[in-house]
């Protein structure tokens, strides 16, 4: 590793705004990935900072890892180089026309204060993370990030019109427009999106919004075997039904949901809740962690059964098409054997002004795959892509396999095609993570017979030294690794991070 | 051409399967757009594998290669603009799979685009991109260049329900990207595939997604007595976030030429109609053709008609899809543009096109998507009058320089092919053609497949400069 010079550090304090340059031990943990830790961390305010930062970055071939709030910086392999963790601090709307429905941000900005913006004039923007809304718009671009809604609007390359970024080399470079329908030129927004960094740092996004339904309904059904909550999902998908939202929650998933809950829980009130927010915030700052959701406070508990599958559809639209939903789907969901059949308790006025959460079991399951991490840092959890025609195999396979390693699992089924797989080891140690690598191994093998495929999304640092985060690489990974060479010649941004080691 | 290429492909295609005659090479060159460009040689592979041998025929005598479906686009990417060799899909016309369960399907690119619905309708699902060529275009064709069509306004274009696709590089390699299911980790290569004009990849095999058929669908025509009330009829509708599955918009010139076609009953002394489709569930489908045909009233529609079954649906649509094959019969010549603005500025933007009509001295015919501002101005001009043809192309560019000063694109589904590569630096700056150029580069260094498009003619940088390549006997443009 060069050693940064002090001429070097100076040149690139002096590119950013005073105080906003950091290199003392606590700013330099705060932006730690992996256990590795950057040699500078800077704040850039305005896209030309950006611009300046990378530039210099590149002549002095100097790595750079662009993060929002940096909840999400987790997610890939560990940079192979990590010299300037940059912030992106945009934070503006650019320009918004509820009348057109189009949209323009800077990517520093973050989807609850976006959303919060947007449903002043009754729309809103379908994006997510497991982070819920604190992510920032390029965090979730970055990642790909997607929740419970991705079911009813696709996820981000549906409502992404066009981007901004600025490559490897300093350039800044968009793609794409700012109307609902443009075909001019090469799609390489599509390509940023899930890029994690490593081929330009996006600086602003153009999106369609969408309206707010007027009315909304959550069901919660009970099932007692993933095959009758499936044939639940198949009689949906058959029916003209359209619900906006359908997640299946293993009995497992939902004891480590139930477990976020205090015990004890009982009704707060707002400011209550406000205040209990703002000590978690003081404490999380005080310990030098990164500002993130608090979910300690939510209650009452969500109460999800812990013997049973459960199946959350949301719904909405106007008044007659809520009650259609909720007149066909009760029957439906006793024909497939349902044991329950509820309407979720419409949530909490404060939370339903922060996100679009109509009733808060969404709040807890949308951040299901990061609250797994964080009460079990020893897990590995899994984002596997699989056709619901093959959820039932492969769900039951890769429960075998965890069985077959010692390892408790739970899982989260997204209809829209995605299975969200917790591995956690029952006991710390050696062995363990050893078991966790084989799994892993195994359930990618076993993804991919399902025509699937698979990342982990979380795990043990230690983990990602054994198991490539990624899964195999496929016979695109040398195009791919073209472009990566396009966009950033001198490799520094982000590198080693992502797919095939790119 | 070099007669041993044309030997070399008979040899592994069969001699029915290449054309090299000029009489039937005149065949190919032309397409829906007013380019004209003559191939070579016409080739018809079977399978993948002949592709493969194609293209590194091409590579070994550095030859172009372009493809072509049904020849129907309205950009030119259909045609051989330097020369070369022209790999037409017809005969690799195979769906290979249906998967109703998982709501997808795989087919080979030559498959006409409408023969997808017509494959799983009566199962109940749909394939809803659906260009106003459907009956004949081709889904590799759809591919290439990111078609829309009437219903993307609520169902979305090609790229949104594509998944995955077989490839054959520029280097003869055979490649998968994506899959049967969105979000494959790594770059999103099909994303940017889709919609690339052939300018990266030949596409052999297209993985799709398939819709549910709404369970419901409401058609509207309502008729106004000036143009304006009806674009702030669409203006109003969008400001309500009410989404129809399709809202577009023909003026009282154009429906006059489509009905004495047609006979799809338009009214003859209307200044413009909206055709509108609602569609979906019952219930959602009753309230939002009430508030649709609230807002047409209250902009002073003369009338809202509402189709009374199938047939009167089909008869509406009928008119609108064969719109600008009416006026084919109409004039010697016509332009079709393809510009994009945002909603709230299509009444200005009519009233625009209105005065650069008059301006110029041409009558500008307008039937376009009007509910996501995707404008088609028709501007008629004879061809033998070199001064009018020139006059076309002036007018043209004014119009798509006021799309771009509003904020807009220079195409919203027509793509951009060699009729629109110049106006891209309208749209993009240095650097943004940049970037596009290397990811050209970075999949089709040497240039070979469809030179000549999305760029500005005689467009490189330096270190990515195309290499020029010998001109044959094509047509001189």
Known sequence: MSPLTDATFAKLEALVDAGNFFT????????????????????????????????????????????????????GAPPARYDIALRIGLHRVLSYDPRDLTLSVEAGIQLNFLNRQLREQRQFLPLDSHFGGFATIGGILATNSSGPLRHAFGTARDFLLGLEFVTGEGVRTKSGGRVVKSVAGYDIHKLMIGSLGTLGIITSANFRTFPLPPVTATYLVRFATLDDALAFRSAMAASPLQPRALDILSPEAARLLNSLAPSGAREFSEEEILQIMEQESKARRERGEPETFGMTFRSPAPGFSEKEWTVLVGTGGNEQVVERHRRELEPMAHAARATAFAQARPQHPLFARIGEDDCMEWSYVRTFPSVAFHLKPAAAVMKINVLPGQFSEFVKAAGEIAARHELASAALLRAAGVVYFALVPSSP???????????????????????GSPVIEFCPAALKREVGVWGPSRGDLALMRNLKNEFDPRGILSPGRFYGGI | MDPNIIRELQEFLGKQSVLSAREDLMMYEYDGSIEVARPDVVVFPRTTQDVVRIVQLANRHQVPITGRGAGTGLSGGALARQGGILIVFSRMNKIIEIDLDNQGAVVQPGVVNLDITRAVEQAGYFFAPDPSSQKSCTIGGNVAENAGGPHTLLYGITTNHVTGLEVVLPSGEVLRVGGKTMDTPGYDLTGLLVGSEGTLAIVTEVTVKLTRLPEATKTLLAIYETVDDATETVAEITARAITPAACEFMDGWTLRVVEAWVHAGYPLDSAAVLLIEVDGLRESVEAQAAEIIDVCKLNHAREVRVAKDAKERDLLWKGRKNAFGAVGRVSPSYYVQDGVIP?????????????????????????????????????????????????????????????????????????????????????????????????RHAMNPAGLLNPGKIFPFGKGCGEVRVKPFPVTSSTPL
Do not use: W
Not at chain 1, 429 to 451: D, P, S, T, V, W
């Open chain 2, 343 to 439: 909603r709230t500025k299509l009444p200005a933007t009519l009233r625009k096109i209105d005065a650069i009509g008059k301006k110029y001295g041409f009558e500008i015919g307008n039937i376009f998507h009007a509910g996501d501002g995707n404008l088609h101005p028709i501007i008629l001009f004879d061809p033998r009058d070199h001064g009018q043809y020139e006059r076309a192309v002036a007018a043209a560019g004014e119009i798509m320089a006021h799309c771009i000063v509003v904020g807009g694109s220079i195409t919203g589904e027509h793509g951009v092919g060699f009729e629109k590569s110049e106006l891209m630096p309208l749209m993009f700056t240095e650097a943004d053609l940049e970037a596009m150029l290397r990811v």
């Open chain 1, 429 to 451: 140690g050696e062995g363990a993570q050893k078991h966790l690598a084989q799994a892993c191994n195994q359930i990618f093998a076993a993804a991919q017979r399902a025509g």
């Open chain 1, 24 to 75: 003392d031990a606590e700013s330099l943990a705060h932006c730690t990935i992996d256990g590795c830790a950057p040699r500078a961390a800077l704040h850039a305010n305005t896209v030309e900072q950006v611009v300046e930062v990378v530039r210099f970055a590149a002549a002095e071939n100097l790595a750079v890892v662009p993060y929002g709030t940096f909840q999400q910086m987790g997610l």
